[in-house]
């Protein structure tokens, strides 16, 4: 997906992000960071993912979770 605001510069975006989109219904916003709820980043199921609006409220869910800090 070249044209993809995400992608390397290979063309690749990451799987979680393209699930996380379609299940939003929109892309993902600058800053807006993707969160794998059970906190296996290989499952990718749509009900696995959520948005954080930036890297500091995911960093500070973590901190405050620590159980759930795998990814």
Do not use: C, T, W
């Amino acid at each position: 997906m070249p044209v993809h605001p995400r992608a390397d510069n290979y063309g690749y975006v990451f799987e979680h992000i393209i699930i996380l989109e379609a299940k939003l219904g929109r892309p993902l916003a600058p800053g807006e960071v993707s969160h794998h709820i059970d906190g296996n980043k290989l499952n990718n199921l749509p009900e696995n993912l959520d948005a954080f609006p930036s890297q500091n409220q995911h960093q500070s869910y973590h901190r405050n979770n620590p159980m759930r800090s795998k990814e």
